[in-house]
Protein backbone atom coordinates (compact mmCIF):
# COMPACT_ATOMS: atom_id res chain seq x y z
CA UNK A 1 0.00 0.00 0.00
CA UNK A 2 2.39 2.89 1.36
CA UNK A 3 4.64 1.87 -2.84
CA UNK A 4 1.34 2.59 -4.56
CA UNK A 5 0.60 5.93 -2.27
CA UNK A 6 4.36 6.97 -3.62
CA UNK A 7 4.28 9.64 -6.49
CA UNK A 8 7.83 9.40 -8.39
CA UNK A 9 9.60 7.97 -5.54
CA UNK A 10 8.79 10.41 -3.07
CA UNK A 11 7.63 9.29 0.53
CA UNK A 12 4.31 9.83 1.23
CA UNK A 13 2.63 12.52 3.78
CA UNK A 14 0.21 11.63 6.24
CA UNK A 15 -2.61 13.29 4.48
CA UNK A 16 -1.95 10.58 1.40
CA UNK A 17 -3.06 7.78 3.80
CA UNK A 18 -6.49 6.38 3.18
CA UNK A 19 -7.23 3.55 5.86
CA UNK A 20 -9.91 1.76 3.29
CA UNK A 21 -6.25 0.96 1.57
CA UNK A 22 -4.98 -1.26 4.57
CA UNK A 23 -8.44 -2.82 5.74
CA UNK A 24 -7.45 -6.24 5.31
CA UNK A 25 -4.37 -5.11 8.15
CA UNK A 26 -4.99 -2.13 10.13
CA UNK A 27 -5.51 -3.78 13.38
CA UNK A 28 -1.63 -4.52 12.77
CA UNK A 29 -1.36 -1.16 11.67
CA UNK A 30 0.19 1.78 13.67
CA UNK A 31 1.49 5.60 12.88
CA UNK A 32 4.48 6.77 15.23
CA UNK A 33 5.79 10.01 15.52
CA UNK A 34 9.21 11.29 16.36
CA UNK A 35 9.96 12.54 19.85
CA UNK A 36 13.90 11.96 19.93
CA UNK A 37 16.77 10.35 18.36
CA UNK A 38 15.89 7.47 18.06
CA UNK A 39 12.86 7.44 20.15
CA UNK A 40 8.85 7.24 18.41
CA UNK A 41 5.89 8.10 20.14
CA UNK A 42 2.35 5.82 18.73
CA UNK A 43 0.16 8.58 17.45
CA UNK A 44 -2.75 5.71 16.18
CA UNK A 45 -2.09 1.77 17.37
CA UNK A 46 -4.19 -0.86 15.87
CA UNK A 47 -5.91 -3.49 18.12
CA UNK A 48 -3.72 -6.05 17.49
CA UNK A 49 -0.83 -4.03 19.27
CA UNK A 50 -2.94 -3.24 22.02
CA UNK A 51 -3.42 -7.25 22.32
CA UNK A 52 0.29 -8.29 22.07
CA UNK A 53 1.15 -5.50 25.08
CA UNK A 54 -1.93 -5.66 26.72
CA UNK A 55 -3.54 -2.09 27.00
CA UNK A 56 -3.82 0.98 24.35
CA UNK A 57 -0.56 1.53 23.07
CA UNK A 58 -1.48 4.82 21.94
CA UNK A 59 0.51 7.51 23.28
CA UNK A 60 3.15 5.19 24.25
CA UNK A 61 6.96 4.34 22.85
CA UNK A 62 6.98 1.77 20.09
CA UNK A 63 10.18 1.01 22.66
CA UNK A 64 7.49 -0.42 25.29
CA UNK A 65 6.98 -3.56 22.85
CA UNK A 66 10.51 -4.40 23.24
CA UNK A 67 13.08 -6.17 25.54
CA UNK A 68 15.55 -3.81 27.51
CA UNK A 69 19.09 -5.01 25.42
CA UNK A 70 17.02 -4.50 22.15
CA UNK A 71 16.16 -0.92 22.95
CA UNK A 72 19.49 0.54 21.18
CA UNK A 73 19.12 -1.73 18.55
CA UNK A 74 16.05 -0.38 17.48
CA UNK A 75 16.76 3.40 17.94
CA UNK A 76 19.33 2.84 15.55
CA UNK A 77 16.90 1.56 13.08
CA UNK A 78 14.45 3.90 13.92
CA UNK A 79 17.34 6.79 12.98
CA UNK A 80 17.59 5.32 9.73
CA UNK A 81 14.35 4.57 8.94
CA UNK A 82 14.06 8.60 9.56
CA UNK A 83 17.82 10.02 8.53
CA UNK A 84 18.66 8.35 5.54
CA UNK A 85 15.74 7.75 4.43
CA UNK A 86 14.97 3.60 4.35
CA UNK A 87 12.65 0.81 4.92
CA UNK A 88 13.12 -1.69 7.66
CA UNK A 89 12.26 -4.87 8.28
CA UNK A 90 12.99 -6.84 11.91
CA UNK A 91 12.14 -10.01 12.38
CA UNK A 92 11.11 -10.83 16.22
CA UNK A 93 11.15 -13.08 18.76
CA UNK A 94 8.74 -12.77 22.17
CA UNK A 95 10.16 -13.52 25.57
CA UNK A 96 9.55 -16.80 26.50
CA UNK A 97 8.17 -17.55 30.30
CA UNK A 98 5.18 -19.20 31.98
CA UNK A 99 1.85 -18.64 29.45
CA UNK A 100 4.06 -16.94 27.00
CA UNK A 101 4.78 -19.36 24.27
CA UNK A 102 6.97 -18.60 21.36
CA UNK A 103 5.85 -16.08 19.19
CA UNK A 104 7.56 -14.67 15.99
CA UNK A 105 6.54 -11.05 14.61
CA UNK A 106 8.00 -9.14 11.97
CA UNK A 107 7.89 -5.05 11.99
CA UNK A 108 7.73 -3.03 9.00
CA UNK A 109 8.79 0.17 9.17
CA UNK A 110 8.28 2.81 6.90
CA UNK A 111 8.89 6.84 6.48
CA UNK A 112 6.31 9.27 6.19
CA UNK A 113 6.37 13.04 5.94
CA UNK A 114 3.95 15.27 8.38
CA UNK A 115 1.59 17.40 6.77
CA UNK A 116 4.25 19.98 7.18
CA UNK A 117 6.41 18.61 5.22
CA UNK A 118 9.38 16.85 7.88
CA UNK A 119 10.23 13.76 7.55
CA UNK A 120 8.98 12.73 11.46
CA UNK A 121 6.83 9.87 10.96
CA UNK A 122 6.56 6.43 10.45
CA UNK A 123 3.93 3.79 9.34
CA UNK A 124 4.51 0.51 10.81
CA UNK A 125 3.06 -2.59 10.73
CA UNK A 126 3.52 -5.50 13.65
CA UNK A 127 2.60 -8.68 12.35
CA UNK A 128 2.77 -11.76 15.26
CA UNK A 129 2.49 -15.63 14.39
CA UNK A 130 1.66 -17.58 17.10
CA UNK A 131 -0.31 -17.42 20.15
CA UNK A 132 0.28 -14.12 22.12
CA UNK A 133 -0.28 -15.63 25.83
CA UNK A 134 -0.18 -13.74 28.91
CA UNK A 135 0.15 -10.07 27.87
CA UNK A 136 2.26 -8.05 27.77
CA UNK A 137 4.61 -9.86 25.23
CA UNK A 138 7.79 -7.87 24.46
CA UNK A 139 10.17 -8.75 22.01
CA UNK A 140 13.79 -9.08 21.06
CA UNK A 141 15.35 -8.56 17.84
CA UNK A 142 16.74 -11.74 15.79
CA UNK A 143 17.57 -9.98 12.38
CA UNK A 144 16.92 -6.88 10.71
CA UNK A 145 16.71 -6.09 7.11
CA UNK A 146 17.37 -2.37 5.96
CA UNK A 147 16.67 -1.01 2.42
CA UNK A 148 17.76 2.60 1.39
CA UNK A 149 15.45 4.37 -0.50
CA UNK A 150 16.37 6.81 -4.04
CA UNK A 151 14.14 9.96 -3.06
CA UNK A 152 14.29 12.98 -5.68
CA UNK A 153 16.08 15.54 -4.26
CA UNK A 154 14.51 19.11 -4.04
CA UNK A 155 16.17 21.62 -6.44
CA UNK A 156 19.16 22.99 -5.32
CA UNK A 157 19.30 27.18 -5.74
CA UNK A 158 22.33 27.77 -7.78
CA UNK A 159 24.26 31.26 -8.23
CA UNK A 160 24.62 32.95 -10.78
CA UNK A 161 28.19 33.15 -11.90
CA UNK A 162 28.53 37.04 -11.48
CA UNK A 163 27.67 37.10 -7.97
CA UNK A 164 30.29 34.69 -7.31
CA UNK A 165 32.89 36.53 -8.89
CA UNK A 166 31.72 39.84 -7.47
CA UNK A 167 33.65 42.44 -5.62
CA UNK A 168 33.41 41.57 -1.62
CA UNK A 169 31.40 44.22 0.18
CA UNK A 170 33.62 47.14 1.56
CA UNK A 171 34.72 46.50 5.28
CA UNK A 172 32.94 48.57 7.90
CA UNK A 173 33.72 52.07 8.43
CA UNK A 174 36.49 52.35 11.31
CA UNK A 175 35.88 54.53 14.42
CA UNK A 176 37.10 57.91 14.29
CA UNK A 177 39.07 58.71 17.71
CA UNK A 178 37.63 60.66 20.33
CA UNK A 179 34.12 59.71 18.83
CA UNK A 180 31.90 57.34 20.96
CA UNK A 181 31.90 54.01 19.81
CA UNK A 182 28.40 53.30 20.74
CA UNK A 183 24.85 55.14 21.93
CA UNK A 184 22.58 54.69 24.54
CA UNK A 185 18.75 54.73 22.60
CA UNK A 186 16.31 55.31 24.70
CA UNK A 187 12.36 54.53 24.19
CA UNK A 188 11.63 58.36 25.31
CA UNK A 189 14.14 59.88 22.44
Known amino acids: Y ?21 ANVLDQVFVAERIG ?15 IAGLDMKGL ?3 ALFL ?8 AVLERVFTLPEVAELH ?4 RTIGRPALAARLLLLPLHSNNGTRD ?3 GCLAAAGEIGRA ?6 ARAVEERLVVPQAPVETVPIIAAFAEPAAPPPRPVPGKPKLRLVHSVD
Not at 4 to 22: E, F, H, K, W, Y
Not at 136 to 141: K, S
Request: hydrophobic share 40%; net charge positive.
Open 37 to 51: TGLVRLRIAGTGLTE
Open 68 to 75: PEARLRLA
Open 2 to 22: WEGVRQDGAIPTRADLDPRGM
Open 92 to 95: LEGE
Open 136 to 141: PRRFGI
Open 121 to 123: LIL
Open 61 to 63: PLS
